[in-house]
């Protein structure tokens, strides 16, 4: 028979051993860390792509000579050195958390060498005016300091390392986004599938504190501003819904040939990628750096700036434009480079927003633009909730959150039509590989090592 909780019984069992609370205590200030180095590695990015812009307005043509060499010189030294930070960093967490991986590789996709080689090779690509993003790599930064954690809590601890995996990645996200709130939904929605009774009230502390490290520093400001959204009629459900399907068929279709690229599908230049990798990066780096001369430079970097640009009113991304900054983030995680495409996707899908606003009548712009960020995200994620999240929290868009919801749902079951998941996939390929590089002969012949085959958010 079921009693209701003696106040006092679970008083002294809290107060019983002042272990736990050390415990607490460590990993909350593990967490706090984690919310520095993501901040650092903000700072740092943001000024290394500054200094890449200067340099572009100064020598545009010279780009064509030091894009391809630096994305060269990043996937050498990756190869040769760091090869779990290769990538995105949201598959490696969740090959972390793979019931399959064996224990003593769980380090080999997140541990704090992992961490400073991702900052420094993550602001490397932004320094080559690459078309990535941090935030994806941020979820891997933080989850190496958490996962670091553990050699200080006692042997009897019920903090286990995917625990501190979970909370580490979740909050990467609430730190890069400055949104607490998607970070605790990415936790449950793409990293653990449910948060464990035992864990769950300490693990959501650490996010919240990482993304106040974020907010102490940043402000408590919207990523992008606050938008101005008119009262939505019946006169925005058609262009919202031509939004949402073309973000859905777009963001599904790229998810596929991230797949087909990186998990080594057959074909004459993954084989070259496979036995000349450098080579290999170095031409991407040159074909984005084409790309972004010939776009005047606006696909080179995360696309944040002509997110915020469009947001108020200004074509930034044309239709064409919006193409090319398709094809630069996917040649540029082909490459191997360590980078995300979270903020790519999201001015990705804030250029398909502004196409469709050019068609239809008032002033549904930035309305139609931040669904298509919330589209195009879900549909290349398939995690429609983190997506619609994060764009509210971005754009304090809380007077769309049924619009911005039903954008990223059915953005997400469009692509669920076109393609698999696409970070569950990366994640199952990288796990294979690591089982398989335990057994002898099994895969001692590769040359591309798993994790530099990973994407980025």
Known sequence: MNREPDFLEHLRAELSSGRIWLDRAIVLGYAIAAGLFVVGFTLASDWVFGAFLRFHGAWPWAVLLTTPLLTAAIV???????????????????????????????????????????IGLGAAGFAAGLSIGREGPSVQVAAGVMQHARRWLSPRTTIDGRALLVAGGAAGIAAAFNAPLAGVVFAIEELSGRLEARSSGLIITAIVLAGLVAVSVFGNSSYFGVIRVPRLGWDALGPGLLVTLLSGVAGGLFARLLIASLTGAPGRLNRWRARFPVRFAAACG???????????????????????????????LTPL???????????????????????????????????????????????????????????????PLTAFIIVMEMVDGHSMVLSLMAAAMLSSLVSRMISRPLYDTLAEHMVRRAVDSTQPGKAAAEVMPAASTTPTR
């Open 76 to 118: 050498w030294f990756t190869l040769r050195f760091f090869p779990g930070a290769g990538g995105s960093g949201i598959p490696q967490i969740k090959a972390a958390l793979h019931a399959t991986l064996p224990e003593e590789r769980r380090f080999s996709f997140a541990s704090l060498r992992l961490t400073v080689a991702k």
């Open 321 to 383: 434009n919006t193409v090319l900054k398709f094809v630069a983030t996917w040649l540029t995680a082909w490459s191997g480079v360590p980078g995300g495409i979270f903020a790519p996707s999201l001015s990705i899908g804030a250029g398909i927003g502004d196409a469709v606003a050019t068609l239809a009548s008032g002033d549904l712009g930035p309305a139609l633009i931040a669904m298509g960020m919330a589209g195009f995200l879900a549909a290349v994620t398939q995690a």
């Open 286 to 316: 040159l074909a984005v750096a084409v790309i972004g001369l010939v776009t005047g430079g606006v696909t080179f970097g995360a696309g944040s700036e002509a997110v915020k640009q469009m947001l108020q009113g200004h074509d930034e």
